[in-house]
Every structure is written in C-alpha cells, then in structure tokens.
T-cell receptor, first 112, second 110 residues
Framework: SQQGEEDPQALSIQEGENATMNCSYK?????LQWYRQNSGRGLVHLIL?????REKHSGRLRVTLDTSKKSSSLLITASRAADTASYFC????????????FGTGTRLAVRP | DGGITQSPKYLFRKEGQNVTLSCEQN?????MYWYRQDPGQGLRLIYY???????QKGDIAEGYSVSREKKESFPLTVTSAQKNPTAFYLC?????????FGQGTRLTVV
C-alpha cells in the first residue's frame, strides 16, 4: 500500500517559475523525505523534515510539514530546465517498523 | 568512493527462470531496501532489512526472496513464482538521515 500520495501527478511550468508539489500521507510519521528521480535512474535524496519541524530550506527548495493535516509540500523556486524529473515523498514511522514508504510521485516538466 | 552499487544494469529472464539482482553498499548502513517501479508509477516495497541476518516482507514480497548475510550485501532473487517480473528494481540503504539509491536494474522477461 502507498503511504503517500503526491499531487499533482504531473506539472508543466516555464523556466523561472516556481513549482509546488504536495504530499499527503495516512498515518503518523517520524520523518518525511523528498526525493528526485531522473528518467530511468535511481532516486536522489533532496531533503528530510522531522515530524517536530514545520519548515526546512535547502538552496532553492522549501519543504513544509503539517502533521495535523498529514501533508507536506515541496516548493522549487526559480525553476530550471534541469529540474525536470519526478519527485517523490517518502515517510517512515514507528508503527510500520521504520520502513521507508514512497508516494506515487509528481512528474515535473520545466520548459526552457 | 562511498555508494551503493546495483548489478547488472539490464537483465533478461526467460519464463520459469530464477534470477538474482545484486546490491552492494560501502556506506556502513544498517538498513537496506528493495523496491519495484513500474512505468510511470511510484516505488513499491518488496523486502527490507534493518540488520544483518534479519529481513521483513514489504507490500509485494510474493515471488521474491532475499538474504542478508553481510551488512554490505542484500541480493534479491526474482523467482519463477513472480508472474509479472518485468520492471525497474531499485535498491537503497539508509541510516535514518536519508536513503541512498543504486542506479537500478531493469529486468525484462523474454
């Protein structure tokens, strides 16, 4: 079963615009992470936010976490064509033995 | 160079054959995972291991088997019982601060 569901499934924007992706999950978590996947490749870890944190920044990335709504968002500012990829959220929780469970992903296309 | 290595990159299996996918890490991570990804889909957990000589089934373990005899290695066997094995397989290792992924093995049944 998928713990997380990303929204939207696909997003197309112009270079320079901001991209926002959302992730909703079902059960209480320890941490939420965001990953990026270029086509046909492995995933690359972007950022981790703990359940007691509300916001985190890393370069052009901003992640928020709302545990009351069981949701997170990933904002990529000033997008570039090289940001074109699929983005996944992943959660871990004590209740599921700390296994890392992924959402369905958002496919982002940044037009030059 | 620290990292996680999957091999082979491409693998072809005949119907009724068992095949083994290799995953090796030199990151000294305790936890290792195997995921399956179908085209345009998310990752589904097959098996995971938090410690040597111990592993747990994920959401789609049927038709797969694993072993964890060494901390560095977590091979996945796709058995003939897996009726639809064509997919992209990803191995990962983790120490709680984030998972590192291999580059994947693309398995095709011929």
């Amino acid at each position: 079963s998928q713990q997380g569901e990303e929204d939207p499934q696909a997003l197309s924007i112009q270079e320079g615009e901001n991209a926002t992706m959302n992730c909703s999950y079902k059960t209480s978590i320890n941490n939420l992470q965001w990953y990026r996947q270029n086509s046909g490749r492995g995933l690359v870890h972007l950022i981790l936010i703990r359940s007691n944190e509300r916001e985190k920044h890393s370069g052009r990335l901003r992640v928020t976490l709302d545990t009351s709504k069981k949701s997170s968002s990933l904002l990529i500012t000033a997008s570039r064509a090289a940001d074109t990829a699929s983005y996944f959220c992943a959660t871990d929780a004590w209740s599921s033995g700390d296994k890392l469970t992924f959402g369905t992903g958002t496919r982002l296309a940044v037009r030059p | 160079d620290g990292g996680i290595t999957q091999s082979p990159k491409y693998l072809f299996r005949k119907e009724g054959q068992n095949v083994t996918l290799s995953c090796e890490q030199n990151l000294n991570h305790d936890a290792m995972y195997w995921y399956r990804q179908d085209p345009g889909q998310g990752l589904r957990l097959i098996y995971y291991s938090q410690i040597v000589n111990d592993f747990q089934k994920g959401d789609i373990a049927e038709g797969y088997s694993v072993s964890r005899e060494k901390k560095e290695s977590f091979p996945l066997t796709v058995t003939s019982a897996q009726k639809n094995p064509t997919a992209f397989y990803l191995c990962a290792s983790s120490m709680r601060h984030g998972a590192f992924f291999g580059q994947g093995t693309r398995l095709t049944v011929v």
